[in-house]
């Protein structure tokens, strides 16, 4: 079975910026997690989707980051306009549905801010 | 506020000697527990979980995990470990809803 998908792996901007990272989940999978994660950390949940809608935005920056699920399969995460502590690795995992489903993640997007 | 710990940033063992990342959690109510493993510039492996039940849990690579109610701990467990072990360990915590990580521990296997 094909893992979950994202792109591009590396994306380096200078701030102010914007950029967007895209995300394929696994055929199937109702649920869509969008993660942050900075260098020596766990990862940090933006955003859950539940086919195409949001179930948990509660620690996404509103202000500048938005996601989107249209048609309830894959996902886009935009960043706009990017600051210097945006620097991070950009995960995106899916599971089966919101129960006790563990979750699958793709391999991340890496940004620069500079 | 709810929280995940992991005490140890790096554990150091010797390959074949038995190995246990530390991990423990203040949430309210029966959280599911799960551990994950992250090799260098790949994402995060879902290695094993408890949802309720047996109180060790095997998982994936031959690992296993222990959990323990009253000392709220879920402790990553290996009988004998492998230099290819040598990855970043993610303890999670999902009290209801969102998936709570811990900060990672650096295990290194030396052969």
């Known amino acids: 079975e094909a893992g979950v998908a994202q792109s591009p792996r590396y994306k380096i901007i200078e701030k102010r910026q914007s950029v967007a990272f895209w995300c394929n989940p696994i055929?199937?999978?109702?649920?869509l997690y969008w993660y942050q994660q900075i260098l020596g950390q766990g990862p940090k949940l933006l955003i859950q989707?539940?086919?195409?809608?949001?179930?948990?935005d509660s620690q996404l920056p509103k202000d500048r980051f938005s996601a989107e699920r249209l048609k309830g399969v894959d996902s886009t995460l935009k960043i706009q306009p990017a600051k210097l502590e945006d620097s991070a690795v950009y995960l995106c995992?899916?599971?089966?549905?919101?129960?006790?489903?563990?979750?699958?993640f793709g391999p991340g997007t890496r940004l620069t801010v500079t | 506020a709810q929280s995940v710990a992991q005490p140890e940033d790096q554990v150091n063992v010797a390959e074949g000697n038995p190995l246990t990342v530390k991990c423990t959690y203040s949430?309210?109510?029966?959280?599911?527990l799960f551990w994950y493993v992250q090799y260098p510039n790949r994402g995060l492996q879902f290695l094993l979980k408890?949802?309720?039940?047996?109180?060790l849990v095997k998982g994936s690579y031959g690992f296993e995990a222990e959990f323990n109610k009253s000392q709220t701990s879920f402790h990553l467990k290996k009988p004998s470990a492998l230099v290819s072990d040598s990855a970043l360990y993610f303890c999670a915590v999902r009290p209801e809803g969102k998936l709570i990580f811990g900060q990672g521990t650096e295990l290194s296997v030396k052969p």
């Open positions: 949430v309210s109510g029966n959280p599911y």
């Open positions: 055929s199937g999978h109702a649920t």
């Open positions: 408890y949802i309720t039940g047996d109180n």
């Open positions: 995992a899916s599971s089966l549905s919101t129960g006790p489903y563990e979750q699958y």
């Open positions: 989707f539940q086919n195409n809608g949001v179930v948990d």
